[in-house]
């Protein structure tokens, strides 16, 4: 059986590609009527049904929402809801998407969740290069307000909502919760020891909540057709659709909302349209740059969070990488390694120094410099960064940024070790003639 997209949170767009970012779109196909519904509703009853559906953050983490909701605590106010639209895991573009094709969508979850969480002001925090989210948000939080969906006395409720759009500087470090409020309160974007968790002191020292804007957008569709109802999609504890931003050596890269339980065959052959060229699969990215890696053998493995745990990797932001046969796996930890040495904030010493070693041995490795015992410091690098090498998840940073780049490394030495430490043990042509790089640091040690 050929796998179908189930359309929730996509339907509008494709349903009305022309114009779904509208409100006169918005409002011809049902926009805002489940924000009605809730606000007749008790914020605690609201709640209440995001957790019936067991819907979990769709940010990367897959923590339970309506958990994460009812962590504020009771009687302290004001409190504030932030939605994290910093998209900025490799690969992966269904915020993007989202929010530029059906920013109407979005708006109405953050309404309905400030509500539930009984805020007044909420933010959404974009990506810096994101310009033209960044404008049809604007654009849409416009058209909402005039048409009574915020502001003051909401629709008659009594509620009063306020949004602000805050555009970010283009920092990864900021898709991390606490970095991200850190940002937004004027300071340089650097994750914050915790506790005290968000919930109890985030945004200007005040409860909060932060959440994904999938998240957000999938709000609408938990409280109009009713959370126990939503639970019936999906599988196990990983509830309803996810989209997916399939990318790499596919012949239908793009974004796909799927049922999860769904397989990473299905998604890759049915809706990808198998390997480019009629290749076939070497190795594949899970839930994006922070995951470890699947290989072939794992194609049947489903779209479950907690199924896919049980192998080490995860989920994450949704975004699955697809590199075929003729793929050098080294080559690709080289480069995503090197994007997380670029972007730590240099907050932590293992991070700091560590991810610029292992980008620096990777480098020599790959331009046949490396040496017999290369991959085995990589992993000790790594263990001094995450012990126990990323299973269970460990990190002796304050963020996951850090062990982050260790999971290249440890995918390297699970599935392509032989490979790795034959390409450590140079001829003796190339250690004399230094392949071009001698000279410059790279045949005497770990600097360039």
């Known amino acids: 059986m050929t796998l179908q997209e189930t359309r929730l949170l996509t339907k ?19 926009a805002y009527e489940t924000l009605r519904t809730a606000l007749r509703m008790k914020p605690a009853d609201v709640q209440e049904e995001v957790k019936t559906s067991g819907l979990r953050g769709r940010g990367g983490a897959g923590f339970p929402t ?4 009812s962590f504020l ?6 409190r504030y809801l932030v939605v994290n639209a910093d998209e900025g895991e490799p690969s992966t573009f269904k915020d993007r998407e989202l929010m530029e094709r059906d920013p109407h969508q979005l708006i109405e979850g953050v309404a ?31 058209d909402a307000r005039a048409q009574g969906f915020l502001g003051q006395n909401i629709l008659g409720s009594g509620y009063d909502l306020d949004i602000v759009l805050h555009r970010g500087a283009g920092a990864y470090i900021c898709g991390e919760e606490t970095a991200l409020l850190e940002s937004l309160e004027g300071r340089r974007g650097m994750p914050r020891i915790r506790p005290p ?9 005040k409860p909060t909540v932060v959440n994904n804007v999938e998240t957000m957008a999938t709000v609408p569709h938990i409280v109009g057709m009713g959370g126990a109802e939503y639970a019936k999609l999906g599988v196990n504890r990983s509830t309803g659709t996810r989209i997916f931003s399939l990318s790499g050596h596919v012949n239908r890269p793009g974004n796909y909302e799927v049922e999860l339980g769904a397989t990473f065959r299905d998604l890759i052959d049915d809706l990808g349209g198998g390997v480019t060229n009629g290749g076939t699969v070497k190795f594949f990215i899970p839930g994006g740059a922070s995951s470890q890696w699947l290989v072939n053998e794992h194609l049947d493995v489903p779209l479950d969070m907690d199924e896919v745990g049980k192998l080490g990797v995860m989920l994450g932001s949704g975004a699955v990488m697809v590199f075929d046969q003729d793929t050098d796996p080294l080559a690709v930890a080289w480069r995503l390694v090197k994007f997380f040495a670029h972007e730590s ?28 015992s290369d991959l085995d410091l990589l992993l000790d690098i790594g263990d001094n960064i995450s012990p126990g090498l990323n299973a269970p998840f460990s990190q002796t940073t304050i963020c996951p940024l850090g062990p982050s780049s260790v999971s290249p490394i440890v995918s390297l030495n699970k599935y392509f070790r032989d490979d790795i430490i034959a390409r450590c043990t140079p001829s003796l042509v190339t250690m004399l003639t230094g392949n071009g790089l001698a000279g410059n640091g790279l045949d005497g040690g770990l600097h360039r």
Not at 115 to 128: D, L, Q, W
């Open 12 to 30: 509008r767009m494709n349903d009305r590609p022309a114009d779904s970012w509208t409100m006169e779109a918005a409002l011809a196909t049902g």
């Open 66 to 69: 309506g958990t994460k909701w």
């Open 73 to 78: 605590p009771a009687g302290l106010y004001p």
């Open 112 to 142: 309905i969740s400030a509500y539930a969480i009984e805020s007044n002001t909420a933010f959404i925090y974009v990506r810096g290069e994101m310009a033209h989210a960044h404008d049809v948000l604007e654009r849409a939080l416009a």
């Open 197 to 205: 968790f968000p919930a109890i002191a985030g945004l200007y020292a």
């Open 345 to 372: 904030c240099g907050k932590c010493t293992p991070c700091r120094e560590g991810t610029g070693w292992e980008e620096k041995i990777l480098y020599r490795i790959l331009h046949g410099q490396g040496r017999p």
